[in-house]
């Protein structure tokens, strides 16, 4: 089946514009992660949801971040006032953990986001 | 809290083995994950340890005590393929949060 889908791919922007960044997670995954990844990093946790809320914010860097999921599906990563600083790889990944018991991460390609 | 060490680089020999290692300090632990991630590309799955042991999976093996905070990855016959970044992450307990560490990446040389 289809894997995880982000999108856009590439995204320039100017600094001080808002940004959208999308993930189709796996269908049936209650799991979705963001996480961001400078050039050479590891990967950054942004934020967890499981079906639609999302227990773990704390990866947030600044309240100029937010997300949502909605149907327990798609999810949007935005970026208000974008700030050179934010210039990364956003990854988005999911899962279907049975209770306790995880499951791996499926990951998608990603999304490059250079703030100019 | 999570915190999860692991060299940043190691390079090895075409053919050889490679061991690497990885330690973390948790206020939980669920279970603990490899991933592979070449450049530019997305992370992938390799293993998962719940339980203390050695699991085997082709070339690749990984190692868990959770009493030591330790996991090692061993990967045998090195490809010049296998040269990537090799991520040690770690869940916790209550949900099912994932913390990376920075990643070891490995170079394999002819």
């Known amino acids: 089946g289809a894997g995880v889908s982000q999108s856009p791919s590439n995204k320039v922007t100017e600094k001080g514009k808002d940004v959208e960044l999308r993930c189709d997670p796996i269908?049936?995954?209650?799991?979705l992660y963001w996480y961001r990844q400078s050039l050479g990093q590891g990967l950054e946790f942004l934020i967890y949801?499981?079906?639609?809320?999302?227990?773990?914010k704390s990866g947030l860097p600044s309240d100029r971040f937010s997300a949502e999921r909605t149907g327990g599906s798609v999810s949007t990563l935005t970026i208000q006032r974008t700030q050179q600083e934010d210039s990364a790889v956003y990854l988005c990944a999911s899962s279907n953990p049975q209770g306790a018991i995880m499951d791996e991460q499926y990951f998608g390609p990603g999304t490059r986001l250079t703030v100019t | 809290g999570q915190n999860i060490d692991q060299p940043t680089e190691m390079t090895a020999t075409e053919g050889a083995i490679v061991q690497i290692n990885c330690t973390y300090q948790t206020s939980g632990f669920n279970g603990l994950f490899w991933y592979q991630q070449h450049a530019g590309e997305a992370p992938t799955f390799l293993s998962y340890n719940v339980l203390d042991g050695l699991e085997e999976k082709g070339r690749f093996s990984s190692f868990l005590s959770r009493s030591k905070g330790y996991s090692y990855l061993l990967l045998k016959e090195l490809q010049m393929k296998d040269s990537a970044s090799y991520l040690c992450?770690?869940?916790?307990?209550?949900?099912?949060?994932?913390?990376f560490g920075t990643g070891t990446k490995l170079q394999v040389i002819p």
């Open positions: 949801f499981q079906g639609n809320s999302a227990p773990d």
């Open positions: 269908s049936g995954h209650t799991a």
């Open positions: 992450a770690v869940s916790g307990w209550g949900y099912q949060k994932v913390t």
